[in-house]
């Protein structure tokens, strides 16, 4: 665990919002914490399945740069059966994520679209704010997806809403490589 | 250059607003699109001197990853002289970023802060929209910084607004290593 330096401490920082940049800010600070020599930890709740840019990436980056899909995909329209998959997948999820959280397992850890979680009764708020609640002063947490409860909010640091302005999805075209993933 | 699969295109993308997250996403898009292995360039307009973690980062990423800083730094509290030198970096930046994006120099171009240089009249409106119709198809092309010009957002694809709900230098916390640089 590298120390941050001076008066400054470990952050609890929070991206949500309906629009596209919420993943990929997360994504996006791992690689500036990963040049600066610190350990990144990546859990990614909901997604799984897909071979995401970033997974391939991670494998390249080395042992400082973690991630571990453990989702089953996407949600919307799954039924109860599915539905349950999901939560056990998730509970797992937690599980791991609070280990790493209590333990500063990495100088940043992100809780990829824990938020999304939450908001879907797959994981309960309270050992959400549990989590945050334990992070110890020299770990970074950044928890991500739309729809974050107040009380997450109200823990955090920072907040950054992504708003969406304008979507290519919209417009008819599709996902794609690079991009979305 | 790897062509996009299918009936996909290279699209034009906007993170702008006053939260944080903007630059952040692009590098995590640019992460994202390296790992699946796409060519990415950053050219980064304002900033400069800093040593920032993605350039740590790009460094290590080898040939297709290629970022360059191409700023003077912080803008803000520039005199006259500072806005002169300021000017000059940010037109030999948009010089780049024009025969990058003309020549299709990589798979997706990050042109960081250009908004915010449009913004400062650091460079012409008129040539940022050149360089966004230049736009080969295959290309991904991401234009970061606050303020963005109402013409340069209708261009786009997609526009996300990175809307600042809380932000820790307000609590009196410092910029620190792996989350501001």
């Given at each position: ?13 929070v ?47 080395g ?21 349950e ?31 999304y ?18 992070k ?25 809403e ?20």
């Amino acid at each position: 665990m590298e120390q941050t330096p001076g008066n400054t401490r470990g952050l609890t920082l929070v991206f949500t919002g309906n629009g596209k940049g919420k993943t990929t800010a997360a994504l996006g600070m791992a690689l500036r914490a990963w040049g600066q020599g610190m350990k990144v930890l990546v859990l990614q709740f909901i997604k799984g399945g897909w071979k995401y840019g970033e997974l391939k990436a991670a494998e390249k980056l080395g042992p400082n740069f973690v991630m571990r899909q453990m989702g089953e995909g996407f949600i919307k329209g799954a039924g109860d059966d599915g539905l349950e998959a999901h939560r056990a997948a998730a509970q797992n999820a937690l599980q791991e994520a609070k280990k790493a959280v209590v333990e500063g397992a990495a100088d940043m850890i992100i809780l990829d679209e824990i938020n999304y979680a939450v908001h879907y009764g797959l994981v309960d708020l309270a050992e959400v704010l549990d989590i945050i609640r334990s992070k110890p002063p020299g770990v970074h947490l950044v928890l991500t997806g739309r729809n974050v409860a107040e009380e997450v909010a109200n823990l955090a640091d920072l907040v950054t809403e992504m708003k969406e302005i304008k979507h290519p999805f919209a417009a008819g075209i599709p996902a794609q490589k690079g991009i979305e993933f």
